[in-house]
């Protein structure tokens, strides 16, 4: 059974940072990778998206790293701002349309 | 954004009473998914579609039937409320089977008294 862990759970940083957002993964047998967003009260926002081959993409301040042997995703925000402060999932598809596993997440509030 | 569109978003309702909840999409995606958000569980599957009146059991389906007549439209209903299903409700669609991207509804938040 596919498990998703996020750490930390929660973390806060001063505007400006450069942060790193973890997700583990412990079956290397997967589709793809995907990070969201969700603010309060929201739904998820998609944010990235890693196919198996692939070993990072990037969108705008945002760059996700894939490595499948090791079982982790990264997620980097360069230049952090308020306006990022959400929590942040990872999900990770390794079968068809119903084994899609999320992430618990990781609250991120940036500090102005 | 995705064009999916889910209602009501807010409701409250007593236990034992039958709730329908609807995710209207525009995006003319196969595939549509239901899903519950619930502090210390995460998202969890509860049913999905793959088509036109094809639709299958996630990890949580007890308690709850779907039904996809149209490719925009996927409801879920509660037969009979309970508590345990006070939660956020996600619908999220997807253009292709496993690999596609999901895209997700601003969610339901159903209250059962």
């Known amino acids: 059974k596919q498990e998703v862990t996020q750490i930390p759970a929660a973390l806060s940083v001063p505007e400006g940072e450069n942060l790193v957002l973890n997700c583990s993964f412990t079956?290397?047998?997967?589709?793809?990778l995907q990070w969201f967003r969700q603010d309060p009260g929201k739904g998820l926002t998609s944010l990235l998206l890693?196919?198996?081959?692939?070993r990072e993409q990037t969108s705008g301040r945002l760059n996700a790293s894939l490595d499948k042997s090791s079982g982790r995703s990264t997620l980097y925000i360069a230049a952090s701002q308020p306006g990022d402060s959400a929590t942040y999932l990872c999900?990770?598809?390794?079968?068809?349309?119903?084994?899609?596993?999320f992430g618990t997440g990781t609250k991120l509030q940036v500090i102005p | 954004d995705a064009g999916i569109t889910q209602s009501p978003r807010h409701k409250v309702t007593e236990t034992g009473t039958p709730v329908t909840l609807r995710c209207h999409q525009t995006?003319?995606?196969?595939?549509m998914y239901w899903y519950r958000q619930d502090p210390g569980h995460g998202l969890r599957l509860i049913h999905y579609?793959?088509?036109?009146?094809?639709?299958d059991k996630g990890e949580v389906s007890d308690g709850y039937s779907v039904s996809r007549s149209k490719t925009e439209d996927f409801l879920l209903t509660l037969e009979s409320a309970t508590s345990s299903q006070t939660s956020v409700y996600f619908c999220?669609?997807?253009?292709?089977?496993?690999?596609?991207?999901?895209?997700f509804g601003e969610g339901s938040r159903l209250t059962v008294l």
């Open positions: 999220a669609i997807s253009e292709s089977n496993g690999p596609g991207e999901l895209f």
């Open positions: 079956d290397s047998a997967i589709y793809n």
């Open positions: 890693i196919q198996s081959s692939q």
């Open positions: 999900a990770v598809i390794s079968g068809g349309y119903q084994k899609v596993t």
């Open positions: 995006e003319n995606h196969r595939y």
């Open positions: 579609s793959y088509g036109v009146k094809d639709t």
